[in-house]
């Protein structure tokens, strides 16, 4: 078995989903389905007509609000900056 391997922060996989190209099309039916059992587990409503992109937040959202899933690589990115601003220079 293959260790995970962890994208590096400046890989086109880690792109916001605002930048995304089809992030203005219609969520995607794994989308649908994972957006349903997190709301109901976060007792929260969806929109039905969400975009992938808005969809992808989200989950990203729920997921942190539920403690269910792994985090994204944008979130674990995102995390990683905020400790390293806050720890100040070096």
Same mark, same amino acid.
């Given at each position: 078995?293959?260790?995970d391997?962890?994208?590096?922060?400046?890989?086109?996989?880690? !792109?916001?989903?605002?930048?995304?190209?089809t992030?203005?099309? /219609?969520?995607?039916?794994?989308?649908?389905?994972?957006?349903?059992?997190?709301?109901? /587990?976060?007792?929260e409503?969806?929109?039905?007509?969400?975009? !992938?992109? /808005?969809?992808?937040?989200?989950?990203? $959202?729920? $997921?942190?609000?539920?403690?269910?899933?792994?985090?994204?690589a944008?979130?674990?990115?995102?995390?990683?900056?905020? !400790?390293?601003? $806050?720890?100040?220079?070096?």
């Open positions: 078995m293959k260790p391997k962890i994208p590096d922060e400046n890989s086109n996989r880690i !792109k916001d989903p605002d930048d995304w190209v992030g203005d099309e /219609e969520m995607t039916g794994a989308q649908a389905s994972y957006l349903r059992t997190l709301a109901e /587990e976060a007792h409503p969806i929109e039905p007509d969400l975009t !992938k992109a /808005e969809a992808s937040k989200k989950i990203d $959202q729920l $997921q942190a609000k539920t403690g269910q899933g792994r985090k994204s944008r979130a674990r990115n995102a995390h990683g900056r905020r !400790k390293e601003r $806050q720890a100040g220079p070096r």
